[in-house]
């Protein structure tokens, strides 16, 4: 069994800070794209920030030169660092990681539960 468990959502005023993680535990073979999306009230959900293997990188025009997403490999973690917040970030905010489970060999993407992040002062 795979799970994702995220941490690091919360309140934060106008131009603060939060760092979002998302570590993958179970029986995993290898991991591949990891990413995150959010959703705000009344919206789809958005990608926000997706990181290869290799750790390359792409971020939404929104977030670009705010937002930095990172990977520890040796965790099996992705991060989400989000600098300047603003109210338009208050989203429910997910990690989405592909990878193969060790029980199925299968390629497939996982979702977190998700983690409220709400920017309000």
């Known amino acids: 069994q795979v799970q994702l468990v995220e941490s690091g959502g919360g309140l934060v005023q106008p131009g603060g800070s939060l760092r979002l993680s998302c570590a993958a535990s179970g029986s995993i073979l290898s991991i591949y794209d990891m990413r995150w999306y959010r959703q705000a009230p009344g919206k789809q959900r958005e990608l926000v920030a997706a990181?290869?293997?290799?750790?390359?990188?792409r971020h939404a025009d929104s977030v670009k030169g705010r937002f930095t997403i990172s990977r520890d490999n040796s965790k099996n973690t992705v991060y989400l660092q989000m600098n300047s917040l603003k109210t338009e970030d208050t989203a429910v905010y997910y990690c989405?990681?592909?990878?193969?489970?060790?029980?199925?060999?299968?390629?497939?993407?996982?979702w977190g539960q998700g983690n409220q992040v709400t920017v309000s002062s």
């Open positions: 989405n990681v592909g990878l193969q489970s060790l029980a199925t060999l299968k390629m497939k993407d996982y």
């Open positions: 990181i290869t293997r290799g750790g390359s990188t």
